[in-house]
């Protein structure tokens, strides 16, 4: 489980995809520098699993679906990647419960500057509109925010400096995809009308 407070910004080193999955290696200088194999690492919002390690990097295999679903699958070196380690027991919930479990990726539409923010307006996948509600939590490249507004299926977010500075998202051009999280709380809810009706 993540919150989608990212700790670090890592940088892809190295691609290699063999077809049926892909191995990327991301250093990150100075964070998780006790990972452990096995562990779990939100990488732009998708749960990915250390699978090497090497000196200030490691490694992860991403299987072709997962390529295919996220936008892990333009994944190429020198591209910068929001970072999250699992969340611990004894942790604070600073964001909002997260899987890691990518639902859709959405293209960033419009960008509207302000003097101490920046509204984000992406268009949504129609299919997971309805787990979206203004002021609910979504996921965006593993970035817990609050949807500010949302019309039809276009939900803005305001990002605050810090957001902008201390994450990809700051870079991000109209046109851009993004990986898409929906509050797995909406998910449940609707599961369990669905099996009482």
Known sequence: MFTGIVEAVGIIEEVIDDGAR?????????????????????????????????????????????????????????????????????????????????????????????????????????????????????ALNGVSLTVAALDGSHATVSLIPTTLSDTTLGALRTGDLVNVEVDVMGKYVESMLAARS
């Not at 194999?37 to 679906?65: K, N, P, Y």
Request: charged share 25%; proline share 2%; net charge negative.
């Open 22 to 138: 892909s191995r990327l290696t991301i250093r990150s200088d100075g964070f998780g520098s006790d990972l452990v194999h096995g562990e779990s690492i939100s990488v732009d919002g998708v749960c990915l699993t250390v699978a090497g390690q090497g000196e200030g990097t490691w490694a992860a295999d991403v299987m072709r679906i997962t390529r295919t679903t996220t936008t892990l699958g333009l994944a190429e070196r020198g591209r910068a990647v929001n970072l999250e380690r699992a969340l611990r027991a004894d942790g604070r919930l600073g964001g909002h419960i997260m899987q890691g479990h990518v639902d859709g990726r959405a293209e960033l539409i419009a960008r509207d500057s302000q003097d101490e923010w920046d509204d984000f307006t992406f268009a949504l996948p129609a299919d997971l509109v309805r787990y979206v509600v203004p002021k609910g939590s979504i």
